[in-house]
C-alpha cells in the first residue's frame, strides 16, 4: 500500500502586486503540474486521486487525472492551514507580516497567525482527515502495537495532492513523529514534489516507510521552486 504526496505547482501568491488568498497556477506552476502527471503515470499508477479544494491543487490534478484516466475525488479538509483574510493587502505587506511572526514564542505558532486558523485546529483537521481515508480503505492503527498498522489494501496507492503543510503534517502523523506548529520547515517540499510512503509488512503488522522526499526528478533544475 503507497500514499505519493504531490504538493502543487507554482501559484500566483501576487498579481499585480496584491495578495492572492486563493491563487491560481503560474504558467511555470502548469508546466511543473504537467511533468509531475507524466512522472506519476510511468512510475507509479496510483489507483485514486485525492485532491485539496484549493485552486492550486485542483489545477495541478487536471493533468494527472488526464494522464491516469482516475476521477478528482476532492476533499475538503486536505486544504492548507487558513491565514487570516488578506484580500486587498499589498504582498509586500503580507510578506512582511511572515518575516515578523517567524520569532513568536512557541506558542503562538501554535496558535496561529491572528484572525486565521491555529495549528492545533489545522493538525487536527489533517489527521483526522488521514485517519478517516485510510479506515475507509482497510487501513487501522494496530491498537495493541505502537507505531504498527493493520492494512487489508496492500495494492491501493493513493495519490494526494495537496500542500506544503498539509503534506507535512500527513507525513509527521503516518510516521509517528511528534507534531511541532512548523511542520512545511521540518518537512520542505517543493512545488510538484513527491513523497512517497509504503506500508510494509514488519512485526506482524505494518509500518508506513517513507521511500522518498521532495523527490523532484521529473523537474528539469530550471523549473524548480519553492
Same mark, same amino acid.
Given at each position: ?24 497556477? #503560474? %504558467? /511555470?506552476?502548469?508546466?511543473? $503540474? &504537467?511533468? *509531475?502527471?507524466?512522472?506519476? +503515470?510511468?512510475?507509479?499508477?496510483? #489507483? %485514486? /486521486?485525492?485532491?485539496?479544494? $484549493? &485552486?492550486? *491543487?485542483?489545477?495541478?490534478? +487536471?493533468?494527472?487525472?488526464?494522464? #491516469?484516466? /482516475? ?42 497567525m491572528p ?6 485546529a489545522f ?60 511542520e512545511w ?42
Amino acid at each position: 500500500m503507497e500514499l505519493i504526496f504531490i504538493r502543487h505547482g507554482q501559484p500566483a501568491w501576487s498579481v499585480d502586486g496584491w495578495s492572492q488568498t486563493n491563487p491560481h497556477l #503560474t %504558467e /511555470l506552476g502548469a508546466r511543473q $503540474a &504537467h511533468l *509531475a502527471a507524466d512522472r506519476l +503515470v510511468v512510475d507509479h499508477r496510483p #489507483t %485514486e /486521486l485525492l485532491v485539496s479544494p $484549493a &485552486h492550486r *491543487a485542483q489545477e495541478t490534478a +487536471v493533468p494527472i487525472a488526464a494522464a #491516469t484516466g /482516475l476521477d478528482v475525488n476532492t476533499v475538503d479538509a486536505l486544504l492548507e492551514i487558513q491565514f487570516p483574510d488578506w484580500s486587498g493587502e499589498l504582498e509586500e505587506t503580507v510578506q512582511r507580516l511572515f518575516a515578523e511572526g517567524i520569532h513568536r514564542s512557541p506558542e503562538d505558532w501554535w496558535d496561529g497567525m491572528p484572525g486565521g486558523e491555529s495549528f492545533r485546529a489545522f493538525h487536527e483537521r489533517v489527521t483526522t482527515a488521514m485517519e478517516t481515508l485510510l479506515a475507509e480503505r482497510g487501513i487501522t492503527p494496530d491498537p495493541n502495537k505502537k507505531h504498527l498498522w493493520n492494512v487489508a489494501a496492500e495494492d491501493t496507492c493513493l495519490a494526494i495532492v495537496a500542500h506544503g503543510g498539509t503534506n507535512a503534517v500527513a507525513l509527521t502523523y503516518l510516521l509517528d513523529v511528534d507534531p511541532a506548529p512548523w511542520e512545511w520547515e521540518r518537512f520542505i517540499l517543493y512545488h510538484a514534489s513527491f513523497a512517497r510512503v509504503r506500508a510494509i509488512p514488519l512485526a506482524g503488522s505494518h509500518v508506513f516507510s517513507l521511500r522518498t522526499f521532495n523527490d523532484r526528478e521529473h523537474l528539469p533544475h530550471e523549473v524548480r521552486t519553492r
